[in-house]
């Protein structure tokens, strides 16, 4: 099928209480890994790409790649820009056919988060490329983001309402608590706060900072209005360790293809996890 937006999907998914799962990958091994897990769980999935992914592949072959196995797939898929702070790199994935966004403008203040916000949604807008935007702080690296813990903090409910009455984004990121990367304690998640704005903005909520959180963490954010649940550190993980795992079990053997197999099964394995654990395997 071709690439769509995420808007029909996000709001499928709020509207039902699951989430779609959103997975940055790394190359086309990755990709290809994310598209057969959607369709083994028959579930819609995100093929999420970091700026710094971006910018070290180049646009073209990410959107050749994720065309060539979208095109040959029956499950709905979206591609989209994870946190970008930068509007000419956000351009040229919206012209290259990235089909959704995210301007990440957070660490602006206030006035100005929502000025960048609207003007990546007046340039995406007409070529039906869906926008994400974050408010608060989210804690955690993240690409060449970088939140310490004692400068994170979370959305503030008047001001996410203001935000989203005034950006109109298709996906919003309030920070609730959670953090990018590995976590080190027990993360304190703002539920109350997360249903607050869920219900007042009646947007759908991006939940980041999704690898390490429980099975019942993720089942309460998503009944509370998360409908994208974005997962990085764990294929990062799966990338590195699939790939070392078959080496060492089979340390004379050096045949590319079949390490490069072994880290594909191990990518798509957690993946499809993290689907049925989200609650959209079926839903394609
Ligand atoms: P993790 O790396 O913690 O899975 O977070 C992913 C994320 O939120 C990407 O924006």
């Given amino acids: 099928?071709?690439?769509?937006?995420?808007?029909?999907?996000?709001?499928?998914?709020?509207?039902?209480?699951?989430?779609?799962?959103?997975?940055?990958?790394?190359?086309?091994?990755?990709?290809?890994?994310?598209?057969?897990?959607?369709?083994?769980?028959?579930?819609?999935?995100?093929?999420?790409?970091?700026?710094?992914?971006?910018?070290?592949?180049?646009?073209?072959?990410?959107?050749?790649?994720?065309?060539?196995?979208?095109?040959?797939?029956?499950?709905?898929?979206?591609?989209?820009?994870?946190?970008?702070?930068?509007?000419?790199?956000?351009?040229?994935?919206?012209?290259?056919?990235?089909?959704?966004?995210?301007?990440?403008?957070?660490?602006?203040?206030?006035?100005?988060?929502?000025?960048?916000?609207?003007?990546?949604?007046?340039?995406a807008r007409p070529k039906d490329v869906t926008v994400e935007a974050e408010l608060g702080a989210i804690v955690g690296v993240e690409d060449d983001i970088h939140v310490k813990e004692q400068e994170a903090h979370l959305a503030d409910p008047e001001q996410a309402i203001k935000f989203c009455v005034e950006v109109k984004p298709d996906c919003f990121a309030p920070a609730i608590g959670t953090a990018h990367g590995v976590y080190k304690g027990e993360p304190k998640i703002a539920y109350e706060l997360l249903e607050e704005i869920a219900t007042?903005?009646?947007?759908?909520?991006?939940?980041?900072?999704?690898?390490?959180?429980?099975?019942?963490?993720?089942?309460?954010?998503?009944?509370?209005?998360?409908?994208?649940?974005?997962?990085?550190?764990?294929?990062?993980?799966?990338?590195i360790d699939g790939f070392i795992a078959y080496h060492k079990a089979h340390n004379t053997e050096y045949n590319p293809l079949k390490v490069i197999d072994a880290q594909f099964h191990q990518l798509k394995a957690g993946i499809i996890e993290k689907i049925k654990l989200f609650g959209s395997a079926g839903k394609a």
């Fill in 200 to 239: 007042k903005t009646a947007v759908p909520i991006a939940l980041h900072g999704g690898t390490g959180l429980a099975d019942d963490v993720f089942k309460k954010c998503i009944s509370l209005g998360c409908a994208k649940v974005n997962i990085s550190t764990q294929l990062k993980y799966a990338f």
């Fill in 1 to 123: 099928m071709p690439l769509e937006n995420m808007k029909a999907m996000l709001s499928k998914a709020a509207g039902d209480d699951y989430a779609i799962g959103a997975f940055n990958i790394l190359d086309y091994n990755s990709t290809k890994a994310v598209v057969q897990a959607a369709e083994e769980a028959n579930a819609p999935v995100i093929i999420q790409t970091s700026a710094k992914t971006v910018i070290f592949w180049g646009a073209a072959p990410i959107i050749s790649w994720v065309r060539e196995l979208a095109g040959s797939s029956s499950v709905p898929i979206a591609l989209h820009l994870d946190h970008c702070k930068d509007l000419d790199l956000i351009k040229e994935c919206i012209e290259s056919g990235w089909t959704s966004v995210m301007i990440d403008a957070s660490s602006k203040p206030f006035e100005e988060n929502i000025a960048l916000s609207r003007q990546v949604v007046q340039m």
